[in-house]
C-alpha cells in the first residue's frame, strides 16, 4: 500500500467528542459567545483561529467557508471517526476548526473505503482516523473502491501464484494476518504455498470482521 498519509492534527480537542449532541452543545456555546471568551472557547493555535478560513472538506457540506469570527454559520453534521484504536467518536468537519484535516484522504471517504493505521499492531477502520495515530493507508486511491492503493501488477501476480482471483481486500487481510513491525516499517511477508495462502486469508478476514465490529 504505497499511498500514506500522516495523521491528521486536529490541534483541539473539543471538535471531537462520544456522541453528536456534546458536539452541537459545544458549537452553540462558541457561537454564543462573543469576543475575548469566544476566543477562549476556540482555543486557537498557529494553524487556526476565530479569523482563520478555510475550504470546505471534500464530502461536506460546510456551514460556512469565510472567517469563524465573521460568519460561523450552522453546526455541521458531526461525522464518525476514529479517535483511538478501538475509540470510536464524533468529529465536527469543519476546516476552520481542524488545525491539519488531511482533505487528500476525506476526497476517498466513503462506504467502499477502509483505512488502514499503522500503529504498534496495524489496526484497520471504515472510519477516517483522526488524532495520535500513526500513517494511514487507504485501500483505495479514488472514491467507489477504484484504483487499489497497492502496487502495479501486484494482484495479477498473486492471482497467477495462488490459482484465484486476489481482490485488494484479500490482500488487506493477508496483511492483518502475516505483516509484522520491522526494522524499516510494516515488513509483509508473501508465502509460495497456496495453501498458507488461504489459511492466513482466512484468518485476516476474521481479524477485519472483528476489527470493524462485525
Given at each position: 500500500m504505497p499511498w500514506a498519509v500522516g495523521a491528521l492534527r486536529l490541534g483541539r480537542a473539543w471538535v471531537a467528542a462520544p456522541d453528536p449532541a456534546a458536539l452541537r452543545d459545544r458549537w452553540a456555546a462558541l457561537t454564543g459567545a462573543e469576543g475575548t471568551e469566544?476566543?477562549?472557547?476556540?482555543?486557537?493555535?498557529?494553524?487556526?483561529?476565530?479569523?482563520?478560513?478555510?475550504?470546505?472538506l471534500p464530502g461536506q457540506r460546510a456551514p460556512s467557508t469565510a472567517r469563524f469570527a465573521d460568519a460561523?454559520?450552522?453546526?455541521?453534521?458531526?461525522?464518525?471517526?476514529?479517535?483511538?484504536?478501538?475509540?470510536?467518536?464524533?468529529?465536527?468537519?469543519?476546516?476552520?476548526?481542524?488545525?491539519?484535516?488531511?482533505?487528500?484522504?476525506?476526497?476517498?471517504?466513503?462506504?467502499?473505503?477502509?483505512?488502514?493505521?499503522?500503529?504498534?499492531?496495524?489496526?484497520?477502520t471504515a472510519h477516517l482516523p483522526v488524532g495520535r495515530l500513526g500513517r494511514i493507508r487507504p485501500l483505495h486511491r479514488r472514491p467507489g473502491g477504484a484504483e487499489p492503493n497497492l502496487a502495479p501488477g501486484l494482484l495479477p501476480l498473486l492471482g497467477e501464484r495462488y490459482g484465484g482471483w486476489v481482490t485488494p481486500q484479500d490482500v488487506l487481510c493477508w496483511i492483518l494476518a502475516a505483516g509484522r513491525?520491522?526494522?524499516?516499517?510494516?515488513?509483509?511477508?508473501?508465502?509460495?504455498d497456496p495453501g498458507r495462502w488461504r489459511a492466513g486469508l482466512e484468518l485476516g478476514h476474521r481479524l477485519l470482521t472483528v476489527q470493524l465490529r462485525g
Open positions: 469566544r476566543d477562549r472557547l476556540f482555543r486557537p493555535t498557529r494553524s487556526r483561529t476565530p479569523t482563520t478560513g478555510a475550504a470546505a460561523p454559520g450552522p453546526c455541521p453534521e458531526p461525522v464518525r471517526v476514529l479517535r483511538d484504536p478501538f475509540d470510536e467518536q464524533w468529529l465536527l468537519p469543519d476546516q476552520r476548526l481542524i488545525d491539519l484535516a488531511r482533505p487528500e484522504l476525506w476526497r476517498v471517504l466513503d462506504e467502499h473505503q477502509l483505512f488502514a493505521v499503522e500503529t504498534p499492531e496495524l489496526l484497520v513491525p520491522g526494522p524499516r516499517g510494516y515488513e509483509v511477508p508473501l508465502t509460495a
